[in-house]
């Protein structure tokens, strides 16, 4: 059974989400109700670097958290996405849209 796991941290103007294991739409319930209540109120930084596998729901929520971050003036940003990661957003044609980042020390 595929699994996920969230790791919750918090920063001076950010939350921080270290995901682990597979963002599926069988894992993505808890995560979509937090990304959509989170980036109303702060930037949000996804660590994807231990992220084992993802699906186009995957990709959705990070497509549409994105948006909604936007739309709220804070920003969602991905932490050193794993090599299915990056190729999953890279095939949306829409990677260069996305705030990549290496640390935490980049959020603005």
Do not use: C, W
């Amino acid at each position: 059974m595929d699994a996920l796991k969230v790791v919750e941290k918090f920063g001076a103007n950010y939350v921080l989400y270290e995901l682990v294991g597979v963002v599926n739409s069988y894992t993505l319930d808890e995560l979509k109700g937090k990304v959509y209540t989170i980036v109303v109120d702060s930037n949000l930084v996804l660590d994807l670097s231990s992220v084992e596998a993802i699906d186009s729901a995957g990709v959705g929520l990070i497509m549409g958290g994105f948006n909604e971050a936007e739309e709220f003036d804070h920003r969602l940003y991905i932490m050193n996405p794993s090599p299915v990661v990056r190729q999953a957003l890279d095939d949306t044609g829409f990677s260069d849209t996305f705030y990549f980042i290496h640390s935490v020390t980049e959020v603005i």
